[in-house]
């Protein structure tokens, strides 16, 4: 018993110092199971070994390491950093593996530990940067920037403070802030983590020859089966956005190979084999993904994948599926308002995607993605001319996302702009040709219905390569009542007067005592972090103003 409980505690201190940010590391070199001695241990000592170096921990690891942690506090419930540690696995086990329960519980755990601290201590920076982690797993990017800067204040040479920076000013489309973030974590940490999150950084920038590179790299470097299936995965994506589907199934059948268990992997592919017509083996991919991982926008693809077939049965199955997800991810305070809206616009009420996207909007999440759902939202309640503004902020950024320039095309020929519209739709099918199972033939059907441009070619065209000079700012939104479809939307949770309380409430994100304050959103300038000075002129995002014509949206 006492062997044992050194060990536990050895493990308690070795992941306490080093099991942040919600990922459990993995050291390079670590393989499979070779040594002797009860599995549990083994793999929890596996999972935290060298955790430095960035690698994800392999699925039966994970496990292993929450089934010590949960063992240890149930005869140490005092242990403040193991509370922490626990609370960061609970986040990294419920994202990996579209566990929302686990949310609920990462809550508890980390308001623990706070609880557990002594009126002369400050924070455990461990539970800060868990809280961050559990915020943006919740899709609530304006607390998760709370609680990361609060974290960056008390350990600014922390690195784990810093992917939940950049992960947090990511969703709130503050990219200029996300890549400062992203010099100081290069600065101080080099592991795969910080590759990852670069890629992805650039990959949202528009500079998709430097992430490529960067997932490249990365795959080449993997010192783990896992931690290589996810460079390939990422590979895979950026594959497959620049239409490029054979690549793309290849990067996915072998990121596949180094990890069965890759969900992300099975539905990257079966967006690849939609594109090359085995439509049957895509639909086998998506059902296999949602068991593993019963994600709402998984089952939005199915069912638009099935819609595109005429099986309509299929598709109203998969669209109920999107609904239930949703809600039950709610239960756990997991804001799923984006992917609900988008199936509002398409599918369901147009006008209540567009009051849960006021909302998105009001609360800071401005990214490039709500942008572009609050555009096409509009447009669906046909409300095209409010779209525009936000249509435009989406196509501005130079990531090219088909998608995206299909909505914006759209939106151009309802107004009437038929040589933009062309633009757009030729864009849209250039940039990825099967984009969508349904969109990509209308983005088709869009254009040859449009015909030939009329000679002398567009006018005004500027420095940019867009035609004309246009307004950049897209007209904010007021919050709005949620829609009445079940589904409240998830608004920010008010602060405790007096630190954490000791238990969680449903469906709130944990919010600080004494929240730092929100930096404001930046101007158009040319941003300091970039990989290049050609692609440092691109454009960041604007501070915008009230307009009551949007206002009464909804």
């Keep these: 018993m006492k062997s044992e409980t050194l060990k536990n505690a050895a493990v308690s201190t070795l992941v306490g110092a080093t099991l942040v940010t919600g990922v459990i590391l993995l050291a390079p070199g670590w393989g499979e199971e070779t040594s002797t001695g009860p599995v549990t241990q083994r793999s929890a000592v596996r999972a935290v070994a060298a955790a430095g170096a960035g690698a994800p921990a392999a699925p039966a690891d994970l496990k292993a390491l929450i089934s010590d942690y949960e063992n240890w506090l149930r005869r140490y419930p005092s242990d403040g950093p193991s509370w922490a540690a626990l609370g960061a696995a609970y986040v990294e086990r419920g994202t990996r593996f579209a566990r929302p329960q686990d949310f609920s519980k990462a809550e ?29 797993a919740r899709h609530d990017y304006v607390t998760a920037r709370t609680w990361g800067e609060r974290a960056r204040s008390q350990a600014p040479k922390a690195w784990t403070v810093y992917p939940v920076l950049v992960d947090a000013y990511t969703g709130l489309g503050n990219l200029e802030a996300a890549g400062k973030a992203m010099d100081t974590l290069q600065e101080l940490h080099s592991g795969p983590q910080v590759k990852d999150r670069e890629a992805q950084l650039y990959r949202d920038r528009g500079w998709r020859e430097d992430a490529a590179a960067l997932a490249y790299d990365a795959t080449v470097r993997a010192g783990t089966r896992h931690e290589k299936a996810v460079a390939l995965v990422r590979q895979g994506d950026l594959a497959w956005e620049r239409g490029e589907a054979a690549e793309a199934v290849d990067h996915y059948d072998a990121a596949l190979a180094a990890d069965p268990g890759s969900h992300r992997a099975l539905a990257g592919r079966a967006r690849a084999l939609v594109a090359l017509d085995r439509t049957d083996e895509a639909q086998r991919d998506y059902e296999e993904a949602l068991d593993m991982a019963p994600l709402p926008e998984y089952a ?106 299909y909505h914006r095309g759209e939106i151009e020929q309802a107004l009437g702009d038929e040589g933009r519209a062309r633009r757009y739709m030729e864009e849209a099918l250039r940039t990825n040709p099967d984009f969508s199972p349904l969109y990509a033939p209308a983005a088709r059907e869009a254009l040859e219905a449009l015909g030939e441009p009329s000679a002398g070619g567009p006018v005004d065209v500027d420095g940019d390569g867009l035609p004309d000079k246009e307004p950049w700012e897209p007209p904010a939104v007021p919050p709005a009542a949620a829609a009445g479809t079940g589904v409240p939307s998830a608004g920010p949770s008010s602060a405790p007067s007096a630190g954490p309380s000791t238990g969680p409430s449903a469906g709130a994100s944990v919010a600080p005592s004494q929240p730092v304050a929100q930096p404001s959103v930046p101007a158009p300038a040319s941003p300091s972090w970039s990989p290049s000075a050609s692609a440092s002129a691109s454009p960041g995002v604007v501070s915008v103003e009230p307009s009551p014509r949007v206002s009464g949206a909804g």
């Design 108 to 136: 508890k755990a980390l308001r623990r530990s706070m609880e557990l601290r002594t009126a002369k201590e400050r924070d455990d920076v461990r539970a800060l940067v868990g809280t961050a982690a559990l915020a943006n």
């Design 300 to 405: 939005l693809e199915a069912g638009e994948l099935a819609e595109s077939l005429g099986m309509d049965g299929d598709a109203a199955t998969q669209y109920a599926r999107v609904r239930t997800l949703v809600e039950e991810a709610h239960a756990h305070g997991v804001d799923g308002d984006l992917v609900l809206a988008r199936y509002e616009a398409d599918h369901g009420d147009p006008e209540s995607a567009v009051r849960r996207l006021q909302d998105e909007w009001w609360r800071g999440h401005r990214s490039v993605h709500v942008a572009d759902a609050m555009g096409w939202a509009l447009y669906r309640a046909d409300r095209a001319e409010d779209a525009l503004p936000f249509a435009k902020l989406a196509t501005r950024q130079e990531a090219r996302n088909a998608l995206f320039s």
